[in-house]
């Protein structure tokens, strides 16, 4: 059972690179979410998906783009990669299923911007 | 101000110990509060979670959410060295998403 897969484990981008991160669950859970994790701030909402079609901000959306075309799949993009983009970022679904309190979470990504 | 602020410590205790992790928060509309577990270098794991006002107890762990005073708890007995770890606190207003963290606890428990 695979759970929530992110993809790349770790990235090095340039200043104003263009990169996407992918995140797919196999749960068949209608919310997903993007959270950006930096030390001392804690886990921030980046963007969220309540289902296929369906996205809205979350606490820190400037400078990154989300779409939902399928159930499994919640890719995040970076337009333009700035170094104060350098961050853990972690992909997470849940359901209302489950209660919906309990969010999964992939293993993160490590992205780099220099 | 944040909605939700966490000691970020570092804290440590001896093998044994009685651990109390604390958070509070300030938008009186959560409703569900939770405790994750992450270890270095891993995503967040769901350890416990309280609806509501209350006290939750699994093993080890209690969860208690004290919403008058928008303060919430977990305490951890007989603390292991596998209990080292960060812990998050997070909270909602409802069920699905948006989850709200805090920035999280370094727990190291010494043998």
């Known amino acids: 059972n695979a759970g929530v897969t992110q993809t790349p484990k770790f990235q090095v981008l340039k200043t104003g690179q263009s990169m996407t991160l992918q995140c797919a669950q196999d749960?068949?859970?209608?919310?997903m979410s993007w959270y950006r994790q930096d030390p001392g701030m804690g886990l921030r909402l980046i963007h969220y998906?309540?289902?296929?079609?369906?996205?809205d901000q979350g606490e820190v959306p400037n400078g990154y783009n989300v779409s939902r075309s399928t159930t499994e799949d919640f890719p995040l993009r970076l337009l333009s990669a700035a170094p104060s983009q350098t961050s853990v970022y972690f992909c997470?679904?849940?359901?209302?299923?489950?209660?919906?309190?309990?969010?999964?979470f992939g293993q993160g990504t490590r992205l780099t911007v220099v | 101000q944040k909605e939700v602020e966490q000691d970020p410590g570092p804290l440590s205790v001896p093998e044994g110990a009685i651990v109390s992790l604390n958070c509070t928060y300030s938008?009186?509309?959560?409703?569900?509060f939770m405790w994750y577990r992450q270890y270095s270098r891993k995503g967040p794991e769901l350890l416990m979670y309280?609806?509501?006002?209350g006290n939750k107890e699994d093993g080890r762990f209690t969860a208690q959410v004290d919403k008058s005073s928008k303060y919430i708890s977990l305490f951890i007995r007989d603390s292991q060295p596998s209990d080292s770890a960060t812990y998050l606190c997070?909270?909602?207003?409802?069920?699905?998403?948006?989850?709200?963290f805090g920035t999280g606890t370094s727990l190291t428990v010494i043998p």
């Open positions: 997470a679904s849940s359901s209302d299923r489950d209660r919906g309190t309990e969010a999964f």
């Open positions: 749960m068949n859970h209608e919310y």
């Open positions: 998906s309540v289902g296929a079609g369906i996205t």
């Open positions: 938008n009186s509309a959560f409703q569900y």
């Open positions: 309280t609806y509501s006002s």
């Open positions: 997070a909270m909602s207003p409802f069920t699905g998403n948006q989850f709200y």
